[in-house]
């Protein structure tokens, strides 16, 4: 498949649509019993990006993939896909394909056959199909094993095969849910940068589900965090990282010590915050507006955080005792307990004058740029 | 759209999957084979041992009134003395009853196992098999006798068609009645597998079929039914096997009209006392069921080489818009 032409996209329901592969949910809803799984939801996907939906099992991020696929229906709201509203159309009838989360190869298919299921339903005449699965095939690099079954293939390759069989249908939205937990953790890191790849080259929309926060980190354009039912957080990697809205979001996307208290003082860019033991400083901007004496949360990701012998510079400190040190490949982390039993822990390069042995007194410390305050609610 | 770097993709390098040989592997696979003893030891007490013996009769013959067999002379005369004009027409008939029963079990046991596999809340299956099972259970002769009352003209059906003006309808001692008796007799032996492959069957693969664009038949017919088909199989054999020989139904049922070639071979044991003719049928309908499945199965295997076929995708290897 070299020329641009065939990535096209062709299904006849999008024929006259101006943006195909822009995914539109306006208002969704969907109930299981009395609970939401996902309320009020609005989210719109740009052609040709890859979005994950990220978050904890529950929060509804696998159940809006599959309105979005029309394996569920909302009880509320609209689905537009390339601006062709289609929130009652049966996934047969929907220009979208899926990757499964076990990958749901037909067993008693060759890969062959699994891949060119779909083919015959696109109207793609028999003369042309085996040149479109042997493109799907080479495109995964899996073109030699056309002919096995399912079985005799191992989890990474089965996942190709399942992402073959999708492409194949050049779908204008692609769905993936969860397709990587089965694949343990350097395949997976490996197949991240080629899945991120491969959509870079095809244009396609990628819409990715997972609960695993390096793996959104890593391939997506945007992130979608979303907690109970709704959506907390979307914006780049970046932004999600470096400032999450809320402490959810912040505790979801890397790791945080968090520390409980009261404000002390507020400001339009600063805030400080008491907590057992200590006054603690922020310059940036709240996550959410704060109370004067009101309840919050102080958030500080490990690799801001410096640990010294001594008394440090800067508004940040915390003594504490050393409770326990692991080398992380690159880094140390590091366990800290002060006094009063606020746990802190650290990220970082050793230090020559940093204290090693566990037991030693030590004083965390960092910037109060690298902290961010949440009201509590 | 190129392909990515093979060498940047340690993902793909296939592992061969084999290990180096386990040194406890031999003897791990002796106490397994002991687990497989007791198995061993019913087959050839219950099986091989009576077919044996049953052969052997029926290289016999039955020497006077008053004994049932004798090999002091043998020969193959019980066979040809067997495979005359009745057992034909028997046998014709009894094929009869058997595939159009076998062929109704499956056509009313897959839409009761598919909706107790798929569609029943796992919830509610246990009971399912239950109501399935348990009427199985109860002795097949007092099953039987059961329709036999149902279908008399002396039943409740027979009062209400009379009440009606229909007259007594004959229901009982027709084939009819034997294939209604065989069909309910053998049911759960059909059910039982399809539930049991329709079960095993990943319900995500339908949704695969109609991500794909298949809607819900096409999803059936290629997906559903592919799987089922051990189960079928099975079902199949299962019901046609055992209601070939079955001579209980008939004689409840069927009266002279209904007579299958069980009843031939039950009445030269039981009433002419002539065991080396009984055996020398027994073997023969033996051999005629083993040639009707090896039949069916050859007709079965070629139909799913051509459909094979048909549905073959060449993947060429041709160099023009590949890169592979």
Redesign the interface.
Known sequence: ???TA??EIDFKTVEHSTAPGRVTLSGVSKLYGKNYAVQSLDLDIRAGEFISLLGPSGCGKTTTLRMI???EYPDEGSISISDVVMQDL???KRP???V?Q?Y?????M?V??N????LG??KVPKSE???R???A???V?M?HL?DRMPAQL?G??QQ?IALA??LV?RPSVLLLDEPMSALDRK?RE??QI?LK??QQ??GTTFVFVTHDQEEAMTMSDRIAVMNGGRIEQIGSPAEVYDSPTTANVAGFIGQQNFFTGSVENTGPVGASVTVPGATLVSAKAPGQPLVKGGPATVAVRPENVTVTAGDAAGPNQISATLMSISQLGSYLQVVMLTAEGLKVMARTNRTVDMPTRIGDAVTASWSAESVTIYPTA | ????D?SS????T??SGIGPRRTGARRFRWNVGLLALPIGVWLVFFFIVPFVVILWYSFGDKPSLYVTHSNDTLSLGRFAEALSPVFFQTFARTLNIAASGTLICLLIGFPIAYWMAVKLSPKYQGLALGLVLVPYWTNFLVRTIGWQITLSPQSFLADVSRNLGFGTPELLYTSGAVQLGVVYNYLPLMILPLYVALERM?H??L?????????AF?GFR??TV??ALPGIGAGLLLVFVPLMGDYITPSVLGGAAGSMVGQMVASQFQTAQNWALGSAMAILLMLAILAVVVVFAIIFKVIGMVIDRV????????A?????
Request: glycine share 10%; aromatic share 6%.
């Open positions: 498949m070299t020329s065939e990535t696929g029309g394996f049966p996934p047969h979208v394909n899926t499964f076990a749901a190869l037909f067993p008693h060759s062959a056959k891949v060119a299921y779909g339903y696109a199909m085996g040149q699965v042997g493109d095939l080479a495109m690099r073109k056309a191992s990474g390759q190709r069989r999708a249908n395949l490996e197949m080629e790849l491969l080259q095809l | 759209m190129t392909a990515l093979a993709a340690p993902g793909l296939q592992s990943d995500r693969l949704e695969a079929s109609r991500d794909l664009g298949a809607n096409e290629r997906v592919p799987l549905e073959r995708v060449n993947v060429l290897d041709d023009k818009g590949s890169a592979a």
